[in-house]
């Protein structure tokens, strides 16, 4: 919001001697965070005075219109001889009152002026447009002074005549504080900050509504809108240009002008913060409806987009269908033109959350839109509606009819019961009732004081105050932030990370140190990602998505690692090894409506029972992908060694062994999932219950997510793994171990992991450890089969094992494994 002083100073009694290190001072003691106070009379330095063209000659020769001229700036130059002044504009003529710089000055930017020789003649100074003055961006022209409006001598100082003499306050609202958008908030806070009178334009007399209405109209849904008031305005003349001083407001609040009676609707809004909008009367066809858009309605609003309307978006209708996507953008075959001459003024109370939703559907966040969803004052549409009327008629000849429309739907005041000792509990500071109930009343608040309670009903414009807590937050603003102490919390003993939490530092820890980079990656995902992946699109569906491409939460932690693989891989990063862990959203079980529960009290257990059975499932999952060299890279030391899908099961077994599981209970078995390869994915077992699955992913995938070619992939519950209990201390032995290894033959189809598990079964409980150190197929092994070479490691706790005794449980072992996968003794 970028607003002049001297329009604050219209509503508020600011002493003339406030400095900008005072406004600034105030305003971030009300918590409103200023972003520039510039006093525009520092931003152009030197002699800027009015000046009089005598004379112009064309010169001729050149490519564009160069003309010489002598203007009269009267002793401002020190000799009182006309100034000589080269210059590329044509929209003057000899008499022309026009604003001029004289050498040594400077203009904003840095841009020096000086005397200097062009186009054959002498040049000292220059005649200024707005944009040089940085008034606007109008560039067409230089500045000319209306002699019957600006009564100036040449000579005199145009820094107060073109409104260089204002000090402009920027600040940024909060999104809670609407009524701050505007003059009259802004003026309000300023006013209490420096104890000074406040003088309320919302309390402005207007006229209330007629027995015949300014227009027909019917509003079919008074929730999404509890207000609207209407007047014409006849016999406007279309060449009436906006005064001067509208235009320099509009401009120095960043909106352009677009003519007058749209330009009164913006002035109005940036003054009373209404929103306003101006239909061309004559272009209206029949009655008026305001009502929800139905699903595929197309609007092409003022912008020149046609625009599909869903059914939550609010549309003001004539009888050809939707004018204008209401509280939001007004609709083309309704506009003010260049020769309207009957303009419908409106001003309506639009519901803030449908207002958000439709400008973040759109991707539509104008002016009008950022003030309906921060809150707009309901009282305010007859005053808004009687200003509009009254500029226009002041300043384009307008005729206001004596019609005035005011359907009225608005909703009872809210109450809010208060302790008065609650300030003083939360924030530290003495506050005493009579304080409180002081503070409250200068916001604007009606309050009613009782010996155990203050009974406050916050003013119109103020919709953000709804409980107690923000009524505290008033009485700290107005009391003033500087009181409340700089006191550190202390805090509370507790008893370290949890073992869930130590265990997810864990995984991430063991997954760093094997090359794999942390990301962090959107929870949000698009229906289509989901598809393209293979992944179930049954998913939780945002009310009020922050993208409408992607308004699903995520069920996999893949679609967002797999989308920063491409983008690394993209960006030329070929070896890439990325991981996350993080919460994934799985459809509730139960659908339908959960039970209504109210904040003011704890729900009762059956409600909140039956409320959990809503709430998606959300398990914290970890996940990780693969691509080129990661772990292995090319050097001075080797070509090295691409990624694969053994790379992501042992990513696998390193997350479970970081879990604390003993590798004895987790088990990897061939699976099929999607998006992996049916050939090349492991089902990650934890106890015989799979927990998730790691490989290669499909070809069909890559190719389709532009993916490098063999891209690996693992993504694993944690919820699903037990918790560690308490680690036990090692077990150490004094006896020597005896070393067998065994190698059998078994069909090709034959899980490993399954042969090691029979192996253990039957070696019984002399057998320490058994590894997997080498995979045969060829000469000596028949054709469809394959040869498993294990290590088997035999320990006793109380002896040293003989060597009978090692081989007996190594062939228990072996009969094991012949019985159930027919395995024999390689050689034997």
């Known amino acids: 919001m970028r607003v002049g002083l001297s329009w604050l100073r219209e509503y508020a009694a600011l002493p003339d001697s406030v400095t900008a290190e005072e406004l600034d001072?105030?305003?971030?003691?009300l918590g409103i965070e200023v972003e520039h106070i510039v006093d525009q009379r520092a931003t152009v330095k030197g002699s800027l005075v009015v000046g009089k063209v005598l004379t112009i000659e064309e010169l001729p020769g050149f490519k564009k219109p160069i003309r010489f001229c002598t203007v009269d700036v009267g002793q401002a130059n020190g000799s009182g001889a006309p100034q000589e002044i080269v210059c590329g504009a044509t929209n003057f003529a000899e008499s022309d009152l026009v604003v001029v710089i004289l050498p040594g000055g400077e203009l904003p930017g840095g841009f020096q002026i000086g005397a200097r020789k062009t186009y054959g003649?002498?040049?000292?100074?220059?005649?200024?447009?707005?944009r040089e003055l940085?008034?606007?961006d109008e560039h067409d022209g230089i500045i000319v002074l209306d002699p019957t409006v600006v009564k100036a001598v040449p000579g005199v100082d145009a820094r107060p005549i073109v409104g260089l003499d204002d000090v402009i306050v920027e600040v940024t609202i909060t999104p809670d504080r609407g009524y701050q958008m505007s003059v009259r908030g802004l003026a309000r806070e300023l006013a209490q900050a420096f104890g000074v009178a406040f003088t309320d334009p919302g309390l402005a007399p207007a006229p209330g509504k007629t027995a015949e209405p300014a227009w027909p109209l019917t509003v079919e849904d008074p929730v999404g809108c509890d207000r609207f008031a209407a007047r014409l305005v006849r016999d406007v003349d279309p060449k009436a240009a906006t005064p001067d001083f509208m235009q320099r407001r509009l401009t120095t609040a960043g909106i352009r002008t677009l003519g007058l009676p749209v330009d009164i609707t913006n002035y109005v809004m940036l003054e009373l913060g209404q929103p306003m909008h101006a239909f061309d009367a004559d272009r209206?066809?029949?009655?008026?409806?305001?009502?929800?858009?139905?699903?595929?309605?197309?609007?092409?609003?003022?912008?020149?987009?046609?625009?599909?309307?869903?059914?939550?978006?609010?549309?003001?209708?004539?009888?050809?269908?939707?004018?204008?996507?209401?509280?939001?953008?007004?609709?083309?075959t309704s506009e003010v033109v260049d020769d309207t001459t009957t303009v419908l003024f409106e001003a309506a109370h639009w519901d803030p959350v449908m207002v958000g939703r439709?400008?973040?559907?759109?991707?539509?966040?104008?002016e009008a839109a950022k003030r309906w969803e921060r809150g707009v004052d309901r009282e305010l549409c007859l005053v808004a509606v009687e200003r509009a009327v009254r500029l226009l008629e002041e300043h384009g000849g307008g005729r206001p009819g004596d019609e005035i429309l005011d359907i009225d739907h608005r909703p009872e005041a809210r109450h809010i019961t208060m302790n008065p000792g609650l300030p003083s509990r939360l924030i530290g500071v003495d506050y005493s009732a009579d304080q409180v109930t002081d503070l409250l009343t200068k916001v604007g608040c009606f309050v009613a004081q009782y010996d155990d309670r203050l009974d406050v009903t916050p003013p119109s414009w103020r919709p953000d105050?709804?409980?107690?807590?923000?009524?505290?937050?008033?009485?700290?603003?107005?009391?003033?932030?500087?009181?409340?102490?700089?006191?550190?919390?202390?805090?509370?003993?507790?008893?370290?990370?949890?073992?869930?939490?130590r265990r997810k530092r864990s995984v991430g820890r063991a997954l760093a140190e094997q090359g794999y980079v942390e990301a962090l990656t959107s929870p949000f995902v698009s229906a289509g990602v989901l598809s393209a992946l293979g992944l179930p699109t049954q998913a939780v569906r945002l009310a009020n998505p922050l993208s409408e491409e992607e308004p699903y939460m995520r069920t996999s932690l893949l679609p967002g690692l797999l989308g920063t693989l491409r983008r690394n891989v993209g960006r030329g990063n070929r070896d890439v090894a990325l991981f996350e862990q993080g919460l994934v959203f799985l459809p509730a079980p139960e659908s339908g409506t959960p039970p209504r529960m109210g904040v003011d009290r704890r729900p009762a257990e059956e409600d909140w029972t039956l409320a959990q059975r809503y709430v998606p499932v959300q398990p914290w999952h970890v996940a990780a992908v693969l691509a080129g060299s990661p772990l292995e890279p090319a050097g001075r030391w080797g070509a090295g060694r691409p990624a694969d899908w053994s790379d992501a099961i042992q990513?696998?077994?390193?997350?479970?062994?970081?879990?604390?599981l003993a590798a004895t209970r987790v088990t990897v078995a061939a699976g099929e999932r999607a998006p992996f390869h049916p050939g090349r994915c492991a089902a990650v077992a934890v106890d015989g219950t799979v927990i998730g699955y790691a490989g290669e992913l499909h070809p069909a995938v890559c190719a389709g997510q532009d993916l490098p070619k063999r891209t690996c992939a693992l993504e694993l519950d944690l919820d699903a793994v037990p918790l560690p209990g308490v680690t036990p201390p090692p077990v150490l032995f004094n006896f020597p171990a005896a070393l067998i290894d065994v190698a059998l033959v078994v069909p090709d189809g034959t899980p490993s992991a399954e042969v090691e598990a029979a192996l253990r079964e039957g070696a019984g409980d002399l057998l320490e450890a058994v590894r997997l150190f080498d995979v045969y197929t060829g000469k000596g092994v028949e054709d469809g089969h394959k040869s498993l070479a294990y290590a088997l490691v035999f320990r006793a706790s109380d002896r040293t094992l003989t060597v009978d005794e090692a081989v007996a449980a190594r062939d228990a072992a072996v009969a094991v494994a012949a019985g159930r996968f027919g395995a024999t003794l390689r050689g034997a």
């Open 25 to 29: 001072a105030a305003l971030n003691n």
């Open 121 to 130: 003649h002498m040049s000292a100074g220059m005649i200024c447009s707005s």
């Open 134 to 136: 940085g008034l606007s």
């Open 284 to 332: 209206i066809s029949g009655a008026l409806v305001v009502r929800r858009a139905r699903d595929g309605e197309q609007l092409t609003t003022l912008d020149g987009v046609k625009r599909k309307l869903v059914a939550e978006d609010m549309v003001i209708c004539d009888e050809s269908g939707p004018i204008s996507l209401a509280a939001v953008m007004g609709g083309q």
């Open 358 to 366: 439709t400008a973040r559907r759109h991707k539509l966040f104008s």
């Open 465 to 501: 105050l709804v409980q107690g807590a923000d009524l505290v937050e008033e009485v700290v603003r107005q009391g003033g932030f500087d009181r409340v102490p700089s006191t550190l919390p202390i805090a509370p003993p507790g008893n370290g990370l949890t073992p869930s939490q």
């Open 651 to 660: 990513a696998a077994r390193d997350i479970l062994a970081a879990a604390g």
